[in-house]
C-alpha cells in the first residue's frame, strides 16, 4: 500500500468520522456513497464540510448504453458488445452492460451474442484458456447471482444459467455470464450497476426511443453506437447524456487521457 494512503471497508457515514481527522488530506469516494453524501450535505458545504473542507476524488460507476441501429455492421456490433460486456467479467466502469437494439435486428443480434455468450469459458484466472474469471468477491458473486435470479424470475430470456464449475476453482468465486434479452427500462437490470458479467438487451423502435431509454439511468460515463449513417451517428452522439461516445466501435484505451461522466444523480467528474 502506498505511503500514507488509508483504505478502510467502512459502513455509509463512516467517512464523516474520517474527515473529522487532523490528518486526513483527501478521500476518493465511489459514485453510490457520493449520492448518499449529498443527501447527507457535506458536499453542499455543510455542517461537516465547514469543518473539514479538503479535496475528494469521486471513482464515478458506469451502466453504459450499447446502441445498435438496424443499418448497423452486426456481426461487428455483437464482437464489441461481447468484448464490451465481458472484458475482465464485466467488473469495469466503461463496461457495455445495457445493450439497445433496434427491433428489426434485434432477433439476428440477441442470437447471435447469445451463442457468443454460451461459448465463453469460465474458469480460473491463471488459465489462459479461461475467458470470463472470479469476480473479486464471495459477495460480489452472491450479488451478481442475485440478479440473475430477478431474470429468471421476471422470465427475461437468459443466455446462460450458472453451472458447476472444474475440480479446483473456486466455486464461490465464480459466476457464468448472462444475457438477459426483453429488459424493460423500468427493471433492476437495467438501471443498476451489477458490475459483473451480465448483460441486458432493450429493444427500440424509433431513434426517438433509443435515445429516451439510453439516457433512463442515472449514469452517465460512456456510450457505444453502432449505424452505416454518419449523420445520425453524430446525431444521436450529442442527445445521449455522457462523457464519451464511441461511434462503431467500443475501444476503451482513450489513449489514457482523462474522461468525464455526466449525470443528473452527481457532480461531473473526471476519470484518470
Known amino acids: 500500500m502506498q505511503s500514507g494512503l ?23 469516494s465511489r459514485q453510490d456513497d457520493v449520492i448518499h ?33 438496424d443499418d448497423a455492421d ?18 469495469a466502469c466503461t463496461a457495455a452492460s445495457r445493450v ?3 427491433k428489426s435486428v434485434a432477433v439476428a443480434f440477441t442470437n447471435q ?9 469460465v474458469g480460473a484466472g ?24 430477478v431474470a429468471a424470475r421476471r422470465r427475461y430470456g437468459c443466455g446462460r444459467r450458472p453451472t ?39 429493444t427500440f423502435d424509433t431513434e426517438e426511443e433509443a435515445v429516451e431509454i439510453a439516457n433512463a439511468t442515472e449514469y452517465g460515463l460512456f456510450a457505444g453506437l453502432y449505424t452505416r449513417d454518419s449523420e445520425r451517428a453524430l446525431r444521436v452522439a450529442r442527445r445521449i ?4 461516445v464511441l461511434i462503431n466501435n467500443y475501444f476503451r484505451g482513450i489513449l489514457g487521457l482523462p474522461f468525464a461522466e455526466q449525470s443528473t444523480a452527481v457532480m461531473p467528474r473526471a476519470h484518470h
Not at 457464468?176 to 423500468?186: L, T
Open 126 to 149: 491463471n488459465d489462459p484458456t479461461t475467458h470470463v474469471g472470479p469476480v473479486v468477491t464471495k459477495a460480489q458473486q452472491s450479488k451478481v447471482l442475485e440478479y440473475i435470479e
Open 113 to 121: 451474442l447469445a451463442a457468443r455468450v454460451n461459448a465463453l469459458r
Open 74 to 91: 452486426v456481426d461487428r456490433a455483437v464482437r464489441d458488445a461481447l468484448e464490451g460486456g465481458f472484458y475482465n467479467k464485466g467488473e
Open 37 to 69: 453524501r449529498l443527501d447527507e450535505g457535506w458536499l453542499r458545504c455543510g455542517s461537516d464540510g465547514r469543518r473539514s473542507h479538503r479535496p475528494a476524488l469521486l471513482e464515478l460507476g458506469g451502466k453504459n448504453a450499447f446502441l445498435v441501429f
Open 241 to 244: 447524456d455522457v462523457g464519451v
Open 6 to 28: 488509508a483504505r478502510e471497508r467502512t459502513p455509509r457515514g463512516a467517512g464523516s468520522r474520517f474527515r473529522r481527522r487532523p490528518g486526513a488530506r483527501r478521500e476518493s
Open 164 to 202: 458447476a464449475v472444474r475440480p479446483g476453482v473456486s466455486r464461490w468465486l465464480l459466476c457464468a455470464s448472462n444475457a438477459s434479452d426483453g429488459v424493460p427500462p423500468s427493471a433492476r437490470l437495467f438501471q443498476e450497476e451489477i458490475f459483473g458479467p451480465v448483460v441486458t438487451v432493450t
Open 100 to 102: 439497445i437494439v433496434q
